[in-house]
Nanobody
Framework: QVQLVESGGGLVQAGGSLRLSCEAS????????MGWYRQAPGNQRELVAA???????NYADSVKGRFTISRDNAYNTVYLQMSSLKPEDTAVYYC???????????WGQGTQVTVSS
């Protein structure tokens, strides 16, 4: 089993910054993707950013240039640095780990990010 624990959400004014962290524990697969998704009320969950264990990242168009995903494989931790935040970034942010071989998905409990105008 894999457990994901997120931290770092909160309330911030538009234009501000926040950093989310997600630490994975348990049976971590060497070939994996760790990423962040978000879900605003009434909307579907959407990919924000992803980081591949063998290198490479992927971002939603709406956050390119403002958000940066990074990971520390030694500590099985992924980070999301969010800058120039906008009210439309308000959502519950979920950490995700996917085993590339089996496609098994694991999710964190979610952390609220609220951006005030």
């Amino acid at each position: 089993q894999v457990q994901l624990v997120e931290s770092g959400g909160g309330l911030v004014q538009a234009g501000g910054s926040l950093r989310l962290s997600c630490e994975a524990s348990g049976n971590i697969f060497s070939f994996n993707v760790m990423g962040w998704y978000r879900q605003a009320p009434g909307n579907q969950r959407e990919l924000v950013a992803a980081s591949f264990s063998r290198g490479g990242t992927n971002y939603a168009d709406s956050v390119k240039g403002r958000f940066t995903i990074s990971r520390d494989n030694a500590y099985n931790t992924v980070y999301l640095q969010m800058s120039s935040l906008k009210p439309e970034d308000t959502a519950v942010y979920y950490c995700n780990l996917r085993d590339v071989v089996s496609s098994a998905d694991y999710w964190g409990q979610g952390t609220q990010v609220t951006v005030s105008s």
